[in-house]
């Protein structure tokens, strides 16, 4: 007896439960977005994406939900338009019952310029991601010369990010050079038409420390313009070559990366 009272309940509960589904207003279908909230997680003072270029973006994609039904607002069509520029790094997406959107955001910061031989300016960030040069940024250090794609996000990265992070070589380095072999070279603003030879990018560390020390105790007792050249690029020494009396110009490679650079901005 007690089993049938049971099974009448449950058939009774079942009944209603579908009643109320079939019968009750969909409320989320009468609700319309009537606001996107745009919140940007990092805090990037130069950043190249703002809220406006955010709805420009989700507009051009026909994704922007503002008078739209929010059941139809598709947060995953909007993730997916908002990754498809370079400049954004993450997003994320979630609705309310009472009609807000809500977009989160992480944005990618460029650390280095890069100026290959071909001509096709780009930035790179500090995962070597590779980002248009849409927007002109005087305030980075320029990598110019054989610079092949792979070469730029493999090796340049480390020592972007190490010249970014140290206040003295971020005011001291105006120019890198990739040669043919990879090598690279750094022009810096002491010293007339100094050039440096870095070697490869390991032991970076080592490396400036190296230099550093050759600034501070040798440089000041020869004269800053002593020297043509300094070579760092051997572990546990640093040569530097005497300049002659021929002045030695910068190469005409860097300096041509420069005129460019000028002229495309």
Known sequence: MKTLFRLFLLLV?????????????????DVVCSKVEINFADSITDGFIDTNEVKQIL????????????DSVSGKNIVTSLLKNKYIKTADCYKTPKG???????????????????GNAYYIDKEGAILPANKYLSYLTAASGNISKEFAQKKLPALAQYIEAN???????SQIYVTKGEK???????????????GNTDSIDRKFRHLKAFYEKVLPEAGW????????AYDNQIIGKRRTATKQ??????????????EKH
Request: charged letters at 25%; proline letters at 7%.
């Open 13 to 29: 509960a079942t009944s209603y439960l579908v009643y109320t589904f079939i019968h009750s207003p969909k409320v989320e279908n």
């Open 59 to 70: 507009m051009s994609a026909g994704e922007y939900p503002v008078a739209k039904h929010i």
């Open 100 to 118: 807000v959107v809500h977009i989160n955001l992480t944005q990618r910061k460029p650390i280095m310029a890069v100026l290959p031989e071909d």
């Open 167 to 173: 206040k003295f070589w971020k005011d001291q380095i």
């Open 184 to 198: 690279i070279d750094l022009y810096t603003r002491v010293g007339e038409d100094q050039v440096i030879h870095f």
């Open 225 to 232: 313009n002593t020297y043509s050249e300094i070579t760092v």
């Open 249 to 262: 110009p910068k190469k005409p490679v860097a300096k041509k990366t420069e005129k460019k650079q000028e």
